[in-house]
Nanobody, 125 residues
Framework: QVQLVESGGGLVQAGGSLRLSCAAS????????MGWFRQAPGKEREFVAA????????FYAVSVKGRFTISRDNAKNTVYLQMNSLNSEDTAVYFC??????????????????WGRGAQVTVSS
């Protein structure tokens, strides 16, 4: 297993930007697909973005494509989520997660076996 710690959340005005970071411990980080998910109050956790182990392939939810960018630095064991043009619908707790590597779809919560505790992002209108 790997331990994940998110940082960089906060309060931002609509149209603004934030960058989330997720620091990972453990030796398996560089060989793992990593993902970001979010959960708004009263809603299920939903997929936001994922990135391949080497960083060359990325996937995004339709709702964030063109506004969010996922990246990683394997030398620092860190994955990032740059969020631009934020709106009130982006308000949620954001979680980073490590894919279990069992062949499950990158978009499914059940495909990930390690989770951070989350970072709150609040967008004011």
């Amino acid at each position: 297993q790997v331990q994940l710690v998110e940082s960089g959340g906060g309060l931002v005005q609509a149209g603004g930007s934030l960058r989330l970071s997720c620091a990972a411990s453990g030796r398996t980080f560089s060989s793992s697909i990593m993902g970001w998910f979010r959960q708004a109050p009263g809603k299920e956790r939903e997929f936001v973005a994922a990135i391949s182990s080497g960083g060359g392939v990325t996937f995004y939810a339709v709702s964030v494509k063109g506004r969010f960018t996922i990246s990683r630095d394997n030398a620092k064991n860190t994955v990032y989520l740059q969020m631009n043009s934020l709106n009130s619908e982006d308000t949620a707790v954001y979680f980073c997660a490590r894919h279990a590597g069992s062949g499950g779809s990158y978009g499914y919560v059940a495909s990930y076996d390690s989770w951070g505790r989350g970072a709150q992002v609040t967008v004011s209108s």
